[in-house]
């Protein structure tokens, strides 16, 4: 009733809301024959997109065309409410459409009506909302025109000319019109303000607020000349300094970054020396309002500028700044300070000579330094008690000459001269050097100064290191360790069990407090020494990776020991320190790499992420879940929320992106009515990366795989639900998916020039663009081959896209065909179904079209496809019966088995599909069908093979005693761990933690085949 | 190092370090995308080092703020709030805590809320969060009201039906003489739908 005009109209919506239409119909056309209203005919045709037939609802939408055409506007907005109800009934989320109908009528009614500010303003909304942003533009300009008094609506129409001409809607030869014309107009309103003489009260047609001259950046940037924004940033009535900028610190951030783009090095030193003496100093009131000027992007500006000016006067400047900042008579708070020790570590490192005589003389040891280890000591002295130190340190690390790094790895490694100045230090003093040795892990501070001291060794011994062995791989593929001088590998082993002994045995220690830290510590905290756990576990995980010998059995090798152990690590830390969101993380792929999905999922669970984490972490446990556990989890050790199903968990992240577009929508005419210009911008960034999430593609794919594993189907909204979650133009060579997925969050202790640990741990290769899009294709296939009826009506529009985005991909695909597609971001299994999806890409479409089988090659061509498919398939089946080390299945025996399941299954229905189009495929295609069958039927019937081995396998008794002996091997053997470092593991977990554990890992092995009894030879058609 | 920007829509791809922490909520999008809407300039984020993998460096904290008065119906009201600065969220990262950030981020909502006039800033912080009511003590905030029953939960006390709010304010520099903040706001007490 919410659309109620008269109360004459109450028995017709009566009836609607009844769902009474033919009852419906006929009152609004009594009431029509009576007195006919816009209002009416707008009911009438409401009335008619609620009826099921589709010729109902081609009339619709002809009536509504029609309406766009006809010389007289509307101007009843209720009557274009019901016109847009009618079009959402019709041909929902078409926003061409929508533009070309509903856009317009609102923009005639604007026309008709243009001094009825309300009207204007719900018509503009409208617009904004279905990003239909050439009527916007329109409407926003009719609103400055028509109300000249109001200062808005000149920014909403330049707004709305700049979004326009920065969008795919502008014609390429409107851009630079639009787009010129929004910076020519900006520029006069920035004259305005410019010469204006009372700065309180400036004119309608200017520049007033921090968000008009971020406006103003933005279209100089893309439609001005390029030295027009800083000219403006440079000036008094417009820069950051102006009462119009009321201190926004994003202007200040522009300033410093063009006029260091711009060269301006002298101007950009003095400007900073000027902001970071400003910093400092009180004002009346004794306060330091200033002191945000002691920004890092202030001072790396100044060294930046100082770099630039080659001479020392310039870094003498400096150090005269760095001193006064630290000057303990400076009150400033202690972040800005921090940045001013940090600079001076900067500073030391880009002049190369010692900073300060009299820092050093206060510390003997460090005096005898070379000046840049020395900076890099001071630093640590002063703040290797914040957890930052290392972050802040490590470029400079990377920086130091090998011998210098050799010197701070003895500072580490004997724990001297690392502690505040005034305490008592020095190597030469054996005291010193026994208390040295047993480190006081007794406080916060203490233990966060051991976690500094670690990561930096790990630094130096071995990130620094296997990077460099990296980059000369090719020339040498045997090294000598710089560190231990022993041979090694990319990894040196006996550094990295040096390392991770130590680090274990400090965390122990830590722990081990009479529950000095450990009892105080609340539900929601960490424990400090988690970090310690974390770096042993990174050294295991890399010592796990120099095993790449291929073993019969998956617990008999040192990787799996090693990748054993580290999951004990963390899991047994993770009860004091539930809050410890990377101990989950890293739990998850661990487990994920032993097979243990129900594991995976507890660990993923502990996680609570929700509204936008689920678009950028649900990667770390989603990606290729139904090629890893696509079964329903069993396991709810973890309460409640793990009762809920695969399918539900994905759906919850699907509902995340549509909420999120009404969200934006929303905040978007929120914005412009609080006339913050820069979100809107902003707020189109976020849309476009939702639109294409890597993630979103990811829920929507691997959904479809699960329902179809499960159910033997899909759901009948399949179809529209990929329609819905995909980005339209997702085919066009042009679009790029967006990779919103988080991996910064995984812990990273590696060299800043190295790839990240996160990158360091993928088992299996991570989320990538060309295997998303494989998948895409994949599943439209299994939608077209699908057998079930409830998808037939669809499917002639899936056939339609997979040709007619075939010629636009052809001549990539012939590329990546030649240089193995994704061979880097596939398993070998998926690089084999991906070619097998592609060949019967174009043997669905090539077969079927008559217009081709006149051609001179077609019947060899056509054979090609045939030989291709047939022959990936007949590989796969070839790649998994060589597989040996199968008992328990981990993630790589699981993705291959899965996959090579279901893409014979989708050739099995490939088949029957094909032969179901009888004459309407090319002859020869019947016979080919046949043996692609059967090869499709053979891999089927090795993957049930596969699976019993498995599950016989898992059937036999004393799994727990192999992983236990696994975790802690009896006896010491080349490539596993010394009897040392699983002594110093074996401290840390009690028997009973251990046994409950390994009984779990177990359990969650067995659960994971379980998933095995769905695999089964499609039932003959 | 520490270095301050607005908060960039987009950054709420950014920020697990700091919200995959428990004490930390995770809001819908648009509550986020209202306040970049709104007060965009009282939403901001420190960041820490940045490298080549992560070329602007990780989020470390964030402030959200904004600016309000109680609406004008209300102003008879012994509750009414004049045009003030208050702080929605703060929320530094496991990482990055005790390194001052917190009063980093406080002050530069303090330095907005004079820039735009503000009588004084406020906050809610439950009565168990002895640290963080530590914290702005010691950054010249102190208790304006209690507001019994504010949290529909209490985390240290699973069985607890909820738990009291401290109202903490700081005055600014338009609230010369301190009308606006009380030396004893322990005794005072207030229901939730008192609190605009």
Known sequence: MDNLQDRQDVPIWNAVEAKNYKQALKLVDKRLAKKPTDYLEAVKTYIRSLLPQASEKSAVFIHLEELVNRKSSLSDLAAIDLYEDAFEEVLPGARESWIKTIGELRWQCVKTLPKQEDICLKCFRACLDRDDLDHARQIANSLEKNFPKSHSYIFWNITSMFLFASSPQCPESQKRIWGGLSSGQIGKLAAATREATDLKQLPVRSIQTPQELLLLDRITETFGQPDQRLEYLQDLHLGPESAVAKGDWALWILKLKLMREANRWQELFDLCGTLLKRAREANDSNQLAEASFSDWIVWEAYLKSASKLESHKYYDQIRAEVEAHLDPACKIDKAWKRNASLASVKLTFASSTAFSQNHSAANGEVAELPPRLSAVVQYLQKYGDANTAYDDLRQYVEALESNERARLLIMLDANTGLERPQQPIGPSEPEAKSKSEVPKLSTADQITRAINRFKLKYLVMCSIPEHERKQSLEAKPDFKCITCKGSCGIFCQACLEKLAEESINSYQIAVNDDGQITKSLLTTDRHPADDLCVLTAMCLIKLALIDTSSVSENLSNSRTTYLLQATVLLESAWPRSKSNFQLSLMLVRLYSYFGCGSLAMRAFQRLFLKQIQLDTLSYTMFDRISSFHPHPISDSSDGPSQTRTLIEQLQKQQQLYKKSREHINKNNWLAFKHGSYNAIFEFREVTQKLSHSFSAVMSVIENNKIHRFTTNTVPASAISQMHDLIPADIDSPETTLSDNNDYETFPNYESSLAPTFEELSRFIPGPAETRYRLNLLSEKISLIVDPSPELSGEKTILEQSLKQTLDSQKQSWAASSKSGVGSKSMTRAEQLAGHAYRAMRLIITESCDQALWAKGDFKSRLEGHNSELRERLEELAGLLEEMEAVVPAFQDTLNAVYTAYEVGRTAVYFCRFLNGKGKTVYETQTEASKKIGEAAERLIQVVVEKCAVVKKGLDEGGWIDKVLESVFPESEQPGFPSALLVEAVRQVPDEVFMEEWAGEVVESWKESAAGFSYMKMPSKA | ?196
Not at chain 2, 95 to 118: H, K, V
Not at chain 2, 130 to 144: D, E, H, N, P, T
């Open chain 2, 1 to 196: 190092m520490t270095s301050l920007r607005p908060f960039h829509a987009t950054d709420v791809f950014k920020f697990n370090p700091t919200n995959l922490d428990p004490l930390t909520e995770t809001y819908d999008l648009n509550f986020y995308l209202s306040y970049l809407a709104r007060w965009p300039h009282l939403f901001t984020i420190a960041l820490s080092p940045s490298s080549p993998s992560n070329p602007s460096g990780q989020i470390s904290a964030y402030i959200m703020g904004k600016l309000e008065s109680s609406p004008s119906y209300y102003i008879t009201s012994p509750h009414y709030l004049p045009f003030h600065a208050h702080i929605t969220a703060l929320t530094v990262s496991p990482s990055a805590r005790r390194l001052g950030l917190a009063r980093t981020l406080s002050s530069s909502l303090e330095q907005a809320g004079d820039e735009y006039d503000a009588w004084f800033v406020d906050l809610f912080v439950r009565k168990s969060n002895l640290i963080a009511q530590s914290l702005y003590k010691g950054m010249g905030y102190s208790v304006f009201r209690v507001v019994k029953g504010y949290y529909s939960d209490d985390p240290s006390d699973p069985e607890a039906e909820g738990e009291d709010a401290w109202d903490m304010r700081k005055r600014l520099k338009r609230d010369a003489d301190g009308r606006h903040v009380r030396g004893d706001g322990e005794r005072f007490e207030v229901m939730p739908e008192d609190v605009w």
